[in-house]
């Protein structure tokens, strides 16, 4: 729509300098006339919900308010005040507001409007943030000494009655708790009661309770930025970050778990009341999907695990004499999910950052793997809806699979593995490639 936008823009502009070119005026009044009706327009669509209104749209409303008003005042003064036709102004001030448009429109080129995949389970869907405050823990990426928070979000069947299983989701490399809203949206539509995690100082921002923004950690941000540079570390050191992200991280999650069913026993919200204590599963993307494999090693409450292109750093070790990581070469005890893009498997028989996800399937255990062919790192994530433009530039590379399918068929097969392993029904049998 935005693109759309500028190109209205930039046709209107073009011919309307070339009528005033040719009838030799400024044509003020046509012009007042056409401001005033691009906001009806404008007003109009919004109101047939043809736009969306969002933060994508207000820089363009702002612009087309203000040249509705400068046209009202040139359609409503007494005397018109001529100016002299010069055809260097009107073709100048055409580029201006061609210009002014493309500025304003900009948001909505790089966010356009989007829909999320159809939910297809029976319930509603219902959400509800929290903040928990970590007594245990000293946030380390300040010097306030105050204690490590950690912000939730749920997605959980509305209107269910009974518990369900509790699915706890950790987001990648300075990503958001809402990254994967599409899959929460439709495992609660199932029955699961989920809740994504936003890691403080590892999210790109994170809003509290109380509505304090917290940003991403510069310290972190290069650390890991720099992580896989050649030069920027030794494997050593690359190593020692990689313990240092997981700690981090797993604590995270296993302060939440903790909290959610101590919560469960007694605490008379809803969403915790909804919650199946004895059905656990986590799952996550990127990083988040490392610390998901790695909590599933550790909890023995935790019943199934999906890994969404991330690196089994919980399988890997730093082997000095080779100065390399290599495989563990243990069996993983639980049903393990790994999720891949074309980043990622194109990688696993080349990097020994991925020793641990090329053995783990051959160490015992049962241990699935999908692939999807023509996807990107963030094609797994909804970032593909929210921001293609975003997503293809922070990547390098455009994805050709259809972002919609992608994201549907993955939200199907991650249903069908917590179904499986989680509610009994029946056997998982979609891992392959597609």
């Known amino acids: 729509m935005g693109i759309l936008i500028v190109m209205i823009a930039a046709i209107f502009e073009v011919a309307f300098a070339v009528f005033c070119v040719r009838t030799h005026s400024n044509q003020q009044k046509i012009r007042g006339m056409v401001r005033i009706g691009a906001l009806a327009v404008f007003l109009i669509f919004t109101l047939v919900s043809v736009i969306e209104w969002s933060f994508r749209w207000m820089a363009l409303a702002l612009l087309l308010f203000i040249w509705a008003l400068l046209g009202l005042w040139t359609l409503l003064r007494r005397k018109e005040k001529h100016k002299v036709y010069k055809w260097g102004r009107v073709v100048g001030r055409a580029v201006i507001m061609f210009i002014l448009v493309i500025i304003a429109a900009v948001p909505a080129i790089v966010f356009p409007q989007y829909r999320l995949p159809q939910v297809t389970g029976e ?19 300040t010097d306030t000494g105050a204690n490590r928070f950690v912000n939730v979000e749920f997605w959980y069947p509305e209107h269910a009655t009974g518990t369900h299983p509790l699915l706890v989701f950790s987001h990648g490399a300075y990503g958001i708790k809402e990254s994967n809203a599409s899959t929460y949206m439709e495992l609660a539509s199932h029955g699961y009661v989920v809740c994504s995690i936003d890691h403080p100082y590892h999210s790109f921002y994170t809003v509290s309770e109380g509505g304090k923004i ?22 050593e050191e ?77 399988d890997i070790v730093y082997n ?4 390399n990581f290599e495989s563990t070469h243990q069996a993983y005890k639980l049903p ?36 999807f062919r023509g996807a990107k790192h963030l094609s797994l994530t909804d970032l593909s809806l929210f921001s293609p433009m975003l997503a293809n530039m922070l990547l390098g590379e455009k994805a050709e699979i259809d972002k919609y399918k992608c994201l549907e068929t993955m939200n199907r097969i991650i249903l069908e593995f917590f179904d499986s392993y989680l509610k009994g029904k029946g056997s998982f049998t979609s891992a392959g490639t597609y």
């Open 123 to 141: 319930y509603g869907v219902a959400t509800k943030t929290y903040t928990y405050i970590d007594k245990n823990r000293i946030e380390e990426f």
């Open 214 to 235: 917290t940003m991403a950690s510069q310290k972190y941000l290069q650390e890991f930025g720099n992580g896989r540079k050649d030069g920027a570390h030794t494997v």
């Open 238 to 314: 690359y190593y020692k970050l990689m313990q240092k992200w997981m700690k981090l991280r797993t604590d995270d999650m296993n302060f939440v778990i903790d909290t959610i069913l101590e919560k469960a026993k007694s605490n008379s919200d809803k969403v915790y009341q909804l919650v199946n204590p004895e059905k656990i599963g986590v799952f996550g993307h990127s990083m988040g999907g490392a610390a998901s494999a790695w909590l599933g090693r550790e909890r023995h409450d935790v019943t199934a695990v999906v890994n969404i292109d991330g690196p089994l750093f919980s």
């Open 320 to 323: 000095k004499e080779k100065n």
């Open 336 to 371: 393990l999910l790994n999720i891949y893009s074309d980043s990622v498997w194109q990688q696993l028989d080349s990097s020994s950052y991925y020793a641990g996800n090329k053995t783990v399937e051959e160490s015992g255990g049962e241990v699935h793997t999908v692939y």
